[in-house]
T-cell receptor, first 110, second 114 residues
């Protein structure tokens, strides 16, 4: 079973700061997802990637398959970015099953 | 169009009772997933449907848990003889196909077993 670890568990930043959240996994994967969960539970998919780098607005996700590591970066952070960010991986051949990390709770203050 | 919807949003029940949780996926999405999220934890996979059939139910914790999707759209997660440890947020997600498609999540059903 894939072990997915995220760091840090909690992160407080001031508005405007550059933020990095890390995700490591133990077994080879076919895809990695970054998800955002706001208070109240709603989950939004931010990125799905299997190699390289993706960018959407102020969010950037990178993955290094050899090192089994992914990072989520937020540039020019804003209080509305406050949420729990969750990394999830899909192993080859599982077709469907995602294994999730426990999440990183981000609080961005003014 | 509408996103994934789940009903009820909250369910409080007593230990030993039977509960049903409903998921309405995005229209046209053939893949449907159920997850369970305990407080302070990431979601945990329960079961995956491709069309009407359960393609992977390896995450169901025991035989008290069962899910159906008879017409390939709406799905119901059924829990018999509920236990306090079943208390969690039950999340449903759907995707256009499977494997390489983004999953769209519903708001979840918060189940509390007293």
């Amino acid at each position: 079973k894939n072990e997915v670890e995220q760091s840090p568990q909690n992160l407080t930043a001031q508005e405007g700061e550059f933020i990095t959240i890390n995700c490591s996994y133990s077994v080879g994967i076919s895809a990695l997802h970054w998800l955002q969960q706001h208070p109240g539970g709603g989950i939004v998919s931010l990125f799905m990637l299997s190699s390289g780098k993706k960018k959407h607005g102020r969010l950037i996700a990178t993955i290094n398959i050899q090192e089994k590591h992914s990072s989520l970066h937020i540039t020019a952070s804003h209080p509305r970015d406050s949420a729990v960010y969750i990394c999830a991986v899909r192993e080859p051949g599982t077709a469907s099953k995602l294994t999730f990390g426990t999440g990183t709770r981000l609080q961005v203050t003014l | 169009g509408a996103g994934v919807s789940q009903t009820p949003s909250n369910k409080v029940t007593e230990k030993g009772k039977y509960v049903e949780l409903r998921c309405d996926p995005i229209s046209g999405h053939t893949a449907l997933y159920w997850y369970r999220q305990s407080l302070g934890q990431g979601p945990e996979f329960l079961i995956y449907f491709q069309g009407t059939g359960a393609a992977d139910d390896s995450g169901l914790p025991n035989d008290r848990f069962f899910a159906v999707r008879p017409e390939g759209s709406v799905s119901t997660l059924k829990i018999q003889r509920t236990e306090r440890g079943d208390s969690a947020v039950y999340l449903c997600a759907s995707s256009l196909l499977h494997n390489y498609n983004e999953q769209f999540f519903g708001p979840g059903t918060r189940l509390t077993v007293l």
